[in-house]
């Protein structure tokens, strides 16, 4: 399996944010922190993108550190688990091996 290859404390190139909304219960978002400048998230974050794609699973990715909702859901659902996690319908799925 490929991992895409970034920087360190880089974001992955084909990251792009979109807002959170739970009015999109079908939808699985992968929430993440990239402006934390912590190379760990960011590479869980990769990681756990290119799993759902690889797997042809459609996604949106989320930044916490930018959606007020995002964040929120995963500080009550979170349950004090790290970034990066997959939410569907307001429940917190999964987060990575390397963020528990």
């Known amino acids: 399996m490929d991992t895409p290859q970034h920087a360190p ?3 992955p190139q084909t990251f792009d944010p979109v807002p959170f909304s739970r009015d999109e219960p079908k939808t699985i ?25 690889s797997n042809k699973v459609p996604f949106k990715a989320v930044d916490l550190a930018t959606d007020d ?7 009550w659902k979170g349950k004090g688990k790290r970034l990066p996690g997959v939410a569907k319908d307001g429940e917190v799925l999964g987060v990575s091996s ?3």
């Open 98 to 100: 390397q963020g528990s």
């Open 9 to 11: 404390g880089e974001a």
């Open 29 to 53: 978002f992968l929430l993440t922190s990239l402006s934390s400048g912590s190379s760990t998230i960011i590479t869980a974050t990769s990681r756990l993108e290119h799993i759902l794609k």
């Open 69 to 75: 909702k995002a964040r929120r859901l995963w500080q």
